[in-house]
């Protein structure tokens, strides 16, 4: 299995909604990770986790919410967020965190609308 | 600081044709990894090819090859008898080495390229 899930695939929220998005890998990755992108531009990464450690955390400001219950899920727990929040949110996860050679497999993304 | 840049923000390309996505990086790290990501327009980030720093040969997977020269730091994406599925964001991206964890994934601004029938 060589997937990378997330759900759900679109989500509509309103600024005082509480939502979480949930991403799921069986690879045995031991490092997992979020990424933000915007229309036309480049991912841009918000957190990692290494053996289900919070190892970086790119001053995403705390409406985001990380957590890694287990090695194989992630979740992005969203709160009070702002219009300007909407975009592709997507999950990816590695072997681990360490080596150049370490390619990231990548979910299909939930496209998050901020109302 | 590590930089990729894409200096292509769209090419059209005829079915069937090969096609050349350019990449160059800037790093001054010894050790590093080049990776060429395709995104759809469903949004999925589809790994493509990877070279690292320290390989002789250029890397090749299918219909996919690096065009990898060291010297000018250049890995360009070469796509050979394109296909209208190959319509797609091209990613180019750079990992740094490290023995403590924690390197990002650089990536550049990203090409679109559209085959035409």
């Known amino acids: 299995d060589t997937e990378v899930t997330q759900t759900p695939k679109h989500l509509v929220m309103g600024m005082t909604n509480k939502k979480s998005l949930k991403c799921e890998q069986h690879m045995g990755h031991r490092a997992m990770y979020w990424y933000k992108q915007k229309a036309k531009k480049p991912p841009e990464l918000m957190f990692v986790y290494s053996y289900e450690k919070l190892s970086i955390n790119e001053s995403v400001p705390s409406r985001f919410s990380p957590e890694c219950p287990n090695s194989s899920l992630l979740n992005l727990h969203l709160h009070a967020l702002q219009p300007e929040d909407s975009a592709l949110y997507l999950c990816?996860?590695?072997?681990?965190?360490?080596?150049?050679?370490?390619?990231?497999?990548f979910g299909p993304g939930t496209r998050l609308t901020v109302l | 600081a590590q930089k990729i840049t894409q200096t292509q923000p769209g090419m059209f390309v005829q079915e069937k044709e090969a096609v050349t996505l350019d990449c160059t990086y800037d790093?001054?790290?010894?050790?590093?990894?080049l990776f060429w990501y395709k995104q759809p327009s469903s949004g999925e980030m589809i790994f493509l090819i990877y070279?690292?720093?320290?390989?002789?040969q250029n890397a090749t997977e299918g219909r996919y090859s690096l065009n990898f020269q060291k010297a000018r730091k250049s890995a360009n994406l070469v796509i050979s008898a394109s296909q209208l599925g190959d319509s797609a964001m091209y990613f180019c991206?750079?990992?740094?080495?490290?023995?403590?964890?924690?390197?990002?994934?650089?990536f550049g601004t990203g090409t679109r390229l559209t085959i035409i029938p």
């Open positions: 991206a750079m990992r740094v080495g490290s023995n403590f964890g924690n390197e990002k994934l650089t």
């Open positions: 990816a996860s590695s072997q681990d965190d360490y080596g150049v050679g370490n390619e990231q497999f």
């Open positions: 790093t001054s790290d010894p050790s590093y990894g």
């Open positions: 070279q690292g720093s320290y390989d002789q």
